[in-house]
Every structure is written in structure tokens, then in C-alpha cells.
């Protein structure tokens, strides 16, 4: 019980809080580098097919 709550915190923290700050911060620069911007993008693309595998995953397991 205490293991899923603390994973759930630390996926949160590190999987989406800190990646969300850093391409905040790489947006809000007066010039961002294009390649920075190119690897937040995929980034994001990533989490939401994951996020979306993982729900069509747990629909089709857990019948």
C-alpha cells in the first residue's frame, strides 16, 4: 500500500513536475535553442502514448 502511494508521488514529481518546470523554462528564454525545444516536444509526445497505451493496456488486461 505505502510502496504504490510512494511511486504514484515520486511518477508525479519526477515524470511530469520537473519535466513540466524545465520546458517551461526552456520556453520562457528569450531565445530558445531549437533542439531544446525539438527534445520537450517529443518528451510530451512520449508521456501521452504512454498514458494512452497504458489505459488501453489496463482496459484489455483487467476484463
Do not use: H
Not at 515520486?10 to 531549437?34: D, H, M, R, S
Not at 527534445?39 to 488486461?61: K, S
Amino acid at each position: 500500500m505505502m510502496g504504490g502511494f510512494l511511486s504514484r508521488i515520486l511518477l508525479l514529481v519526477f515524470g511530469y513536475a520537473y519535466p513540466a518546470y524545465e520546458c517551461y523554462k526552456t520556453v520562457e528564454l528569450n531565445k530558445p535553442e531549437i533542439e531544446q525545444l525539438i527534445f520537450w516536444c517529443q518528451y510530451w509526445i512520449l508521456v501521452a502514448l504512454m498514458t494512452v497505451m497504458e489505459r488501453f493496456g489496463d482496459l484489455t488486461i483487467s476484463w
